[in-house]
């Protein structure tokens, strides 16, 4: 009964802050939340179109990350926060990674929340997903972009605004046109840089939380994925985006949801949480995981692509291509005087676990010429050149067999 009804104060605190905030806004918009047949004005239908062909666009961009798994995983944690499934059906709101190591994420006007593959890798648990999802489908349901969009034209004084404004909303959408893409651009760059106006931000705060708690995850945890990005960010020099932006600054964002949880501490201490651990969350992401470490390690992040590395590891400790990436990164750190042996373990290992790996008999292969033990250079360049497709360096790796040949 105690939970019943903690769940009936948590869906009233999601209408009463939802609806609040909504009767402030420029132009009163209602939240999709509460209402399932809401229609749509010319201009904001055309940003939604808009977004459909951004989202057109990104099917053809590399930067697109498709993994069914993955997505099916990560569109299943959003559907737990949305208590009405009529909503997913006919808002149709879902999840798409980028391949991008650096953390953020973002909503656009038709639902596609965009989540970089470096957040991905960076949080620890499902909670902490859904805390990230959380906070961009209310930025969605509550229609923050059209909002946004709304108080910039009614500020905006200059003709670069007012460009923007009939570029998205008045100019008949026939494919994106490179002027209609350029305006739709530097709106979703500017919630993506800058972040939404504090006001929008903190109800995409607060009302995460209560989803949250109502999905059963621990909103504790959302916590936990701010104090990982004051890790990675100065907030007092660095600008960033999402729930580090600038409006308002992460400490102060930090400080509203503390606040915002202790008032409802004993709510939610009676709450029924999900078990999520971070080895589950870690098996689900393990491909992307491995991918985005690589990206780390090609910009120069070795520790964050390293932690990565040690995580996904400790989850799968079979993983043939993680010992191989943990081998590179002994390799780069430097790990002491012995980091050439301990490397060299990690690629033995790699190559037991996945024989057909091409990049790890290549790595072995440059360490035993340096070591000069030249018959096995030599068979594990060939075993290079016989598992790779066309390598780039192929002519590279062949000069040293053709060395090792005539010794």
């Given at each position: 009964?105690?939970?019943?009804?903690?769940?009936?104060?948590?869906?009233?605190?999601?209408?009463?802050?939802?609806?609040?905030?909504?009767?402030?806004?420029?132009?009163?918009?209602?939240?999709?939340?509460?209402?399932?047949?809401?229609?749509?004005?010319?201009?904001?239908?055309?940003?939604?179109?808009?977004?459909?062909?951004?989202?057109?666009?990104?099917?053809?961009?590399?930067?697109?990350?498709?993994?069914?798994?993955?997505?099916?995983?990560?569109?299943?944690?959003?559907?737990?926060?949305?208590?009405?499934?009529?909503?997913?059906?006919?808002?149709?709101?879902?999840?798409?990674?980028?391949?991008?190591?650096?953390?953020?994420?973002?909503?656009?006007?038709?639902?596609?929340?965009?989540?970089?593959?470096?957040?991905?890798?960076?949080?620890?648990?499902?909670?902490?997903?859904?805390?990230?999802?959380?906070?961009?489908?209310?930025?969605?349901?509550?229609?923050?972009?059209?909002?946004?969009?709304?108080?910039?034209?009614?500020?905006?004084?200059?003709?670069?605004?007012?460009?923007?404004?009939?570029?998205?909303?008045?100019?008949?959408?026939?494919?994106?046109?490179?002027?209609?893409?350029?305006?739709?651009?530097?709106?979703?760059?500017?919630?993506?840089?800058?972040?939404?106006?504090?006001?929008?931000?903190?109800?995409?705060?607060?009302?995460?939380?209560?989803?949250?708690?109502?999905?059963?995850?621990?909103?504790?945890?959302?916590?936990?994925?701010?104090?990982?990005?004051?890790?990675?960010?100065?907030?007092?020099?660095?600008?960033?985006?999402?729930?580090?932006?600038?409006?308002?600054?992460?400490?102060?964002?930090?400080?509203?949801?503390?606040?915002?949880?202790?008032?409802?501490?004993?709510?939610?201490?009676?709450?029924?949480?999900?078990?999520?651990?971070?080895?589950?969350?870690?098996?689900?992401?393990?491909?992307?995981?491995?991918?985005?470490?690589?990206?780390?390690?090609?910009?120069?992040?070795?520790?964050?692509?390293?932690?990565?590395?040690?995580?996904?590891?400790?989850?799968?400790?079979?993983?043939?291509?993680?010992?191989?990436?943990?081998?590179?990164?002994?390799?780069?750190?430097?790990?002491?005087?012995?980091?050439?042996?301990?490397?060299?373990?990690?690629?033995?290992?790699?190559?037991?676990?996945?024989?057909?790996?091409?990049?790890?008999?290549?790595?072995?292969?440059?360490?035993?010429?340096?070591?000069?033990?030249?018959?096995?250079?030599?068979?594990?360049?060939?075993?290079?050149?016989?598992?790779?497709?066309?390598?780039?360096?192929g002519p590279i790796i062949r000069q040293y067999i053709n060395t090792l040949s005539k010794k």
């Amino acid at each position: 009964m105690e939970i019943v009804n903690c769940r009936k104060l948590l869906q009233f605190l999601l209408i009463v802050c939802l609806f609040c905030i909504s009767c402030t806004t420029t132009q009163s918009l209602k939240s999709l939340f509460f209402d399932k047949n809401v229609k749509l004005s010319e201009s904001e239908a055309r940003l939604w179109e808009s977004a459909d062909e951004f989202e057109k666009a990104l099917d053809k961009n590399p930067m697109s990350y498709r993994n069914t798994l993955l997505e099916r995983y990560l569109n299943q944690v959003l559907s737990n926060l949305i208590m009405e499934k009529e909503l997913i059906r006919k808002y149709k709101p879902h999840v798409r990674v980028i391949r991008n190591p650096l953390l953020n994420a973002t909503a656009l006007a038709n639902g596609a929340i965009l989540v970089h593959s470096g957040m991905l890798a960076r949080i620890d648990n499902e909670a902490q997903l859904s805390a990230i999802l959380g906070h961009e489908l209310v930025h969605f349901m509550n229609r923050h972009a059209y909002r946004s969009l709304q108080r910039k034209i009614q500020e905006s004084r200059n003709r670069a605004a007012v460009s923007i404004f009939f570029a998205i909303v008045m100019l008949p959408i026939t494919g994106v046109a490179p002027k209609v893409a350029n305006a739709i651009g530097e709106h979703w760059e500017l919630a993506a840089i800058s972040g939404y106006s504090r006001e929008l931000e903190r109800e995409a705060d607060e009302s995460a939380l209560v989803l949250m708690a109502e999905a059963g995850y621990d909103p504790r945890e959302a916590i936990t994925v701010f104090r990982h990005l004051r890790k990675e960010y100065d907030p007092d020099t660095v600008k960033e985006s999402f729930y580090y932006g600038s409006h308002p600054l992460l400490t102060e964002r930090i400080h509203n949801v503390e606040l915002f949880m202790a008032h409802y501490s004993k709510t939610l201490s009676q709450m029924k949480m999900r078990k999520v651990t971070e080895a589950n969350y870690t098996r689900k992401i393990a491909d992307l995981l491995l991918e985005n470490a690589e990206q780390d390690i090609e910009i120069g992040r070795f520790n964050t692509a390293d932690m990565a590395v040690r995580k996904l590891l400790a989850a799968i400790p079979m993983s043939g291509k993680g010992h191989y990436l943990r081998g590179k990164l002994i390799m780069q750190l430097n790990e002491g005087p012995d980091s050439i042996a301990r490397a060299l373990q990690a690629y033995k290992l790699s190559a037991k676990l996945n024989p057909s790996f091409p990049l790890t008999h290549r790595e072995l292969g440059l360490i035993y010429y340096d070591r000069g033990q030249h018959g096995m250079a030599l068979y594990e360049f060939n075993q290079y050149l016989g598992l790779a497709k066309n390598p780039v360096d192929g002519p590279i790796i062949r000069q040293y067999i053709n060395t090792l040949s005539k010794k």
